[in-house]
């Protein structure tokens, strides 16, 4: 499993989001970017995370940052999502895991006592020339969003 450390060229992708709109991570540059991989839209700690970067998507946004969250849901699940918790930025769509598996946000983890292969919760700030600031893996969803913050100097 690749394992993305500061300072490396962060990987591009295309993926299409809710609206089943392409957004690729070269049209965000100039822009830092947040990019979180989650498991699962509407679960608990995924709503809990997602939750937290909508309510700091505005301050986010006025320190120059875009937040993009990625599963591998469908479009159609990820609207709903969006719809029903008022996420205010894009969800993307990864459904067979290749950007997943270019951040190394894929591979074996431990669920309940048991090693499966899944998503890692992951999350990266990606700084305005496209090269990786922060690479935080096996992150937790509750409490997450404020370390990020405190990592960008927003609190």
Known sequence: MTRLEPGALAPDFTLDDQDGAAVSLTQL???????FFYPAAM???C???ACDFRDSVESLRAAGIDVLGVSRDDAAKLQRFR????LT??????PDHAVHDAY?????KMNYGKTVEGVIRSTFVIDADGRIEHALYNVKATGHVARVRALLGLD
Do not use: C, K, N
């Not at 719809?83 to 008022?86: A, D, I, K, M, P």
């Open 47 to 49: 709503t809990r995370e």
């Open 29 to 35: 540059r100039g822009r830092r970017v947040v990019l």
């Open 83 to 86: 719809e029903q918790e008022g």
């Open 43 to 45: 679960t608990p700690g």
């Open 89 to 94: 930025y894009p969800l993307l769509s990864d």
């Open 104 to 108: 190394g946000a894929w591979g074996e």
